[in-house]
């Protein structure tokens, strides 16, 4: 985990896009902590969107107490029969 120090505006910049800034707090998983995570969460509901035209890039937003967790993949992902999803056509914040 790396850890950030100075502007809070800039630290989203660090981690590779403009995460929620305005509206709030996202963070960011590696793919395989965010299945975990779904795993923990017996009704989870999945945001998922995906952008590109050559190269799909799927991103899933999801949360978990009190915090929103979200990844990206450049597959889509079979999500469990208990996890309710919602294809969304963009997310209205950057990630």
């Known amino acids: 985990m790396t850890y950030y120090s100075g502007d809070a505006i800039a630290q989203p910049a660090a981690i590779g896009g403009r995460i929620f800034t305005n509206r709030g707090t996202g963070v960011c998983l590696k793919l395989e902590d965010f299945l975990t995570l779904l795993s923990k969460n017996q009704e989870a509901l999945v945001i998922v969107t ?20 979200f990844t990206e993949s450049l ?21």
């Not at 035209?53 to 929103?68: C, D, E, L, M, R």
């Not at 597959?75 to 990630?95: C, M, P, R, T």
Request: charged share 20%; aromatic share 22%.
């Open 75 to 95: 597959d889509k992902l079979e999500l469990g029969s208990n996890i309710e999803v919602i294809y969304a056509q963009s997310f209205s914040a950057d990630i």
């Open 50 to 69: 995906s952008e590109g035209f050559f190269t799909k890039i799927y991103k899933y937003v999801t949360a978990y107490k009190g915090f929103v967790f």
